[in-house]
């Protein structure tokens, strides 16, 4: 069962960075997916969808930038999801969602 039409898929820290159209995700079925095929903890919290994937000489992916760019919806222009329990779905990362998560908006690069 494909939950997303994904060219590349990269797990980075507790996220998930898939390069494919917003249009093909479906937070709700992705949930229901993850929690049927992995354990709670392995399940990513992050999903952020990228139109593009920056790409080594070596053809890996680069993760350092994601890293950085953590999951401050200030900082980030692509689709950017984050696992919400209560609602069984991966709803989008605004600062109203995040706080109804207890979550802040972190960057990588913050001290």
Known sequence: MRMFDARAV?????????RCR???FDGRAFYAYTE?????YAAPVFVRLASSADITSTFKLRKFELQRDGYDP???RDPLFVRDPSARDYVPVNAK?????SLRPFAGDAV
């Not at 049927?36 to 709670?40: N, V, Y």
């Open 74 to 76: 200030q900082r980030i």
């Open 22 to 24: 917003l249009a093909a």
């Open 10 to 18: 990269v797990p980075v820290g507790a996220g998930l960075v898939a």
């Open 36 to 40: 049927q095929r992995l354990p709670s």
């Open 97 to 101: 969602n995040l706080a109804r998560l």
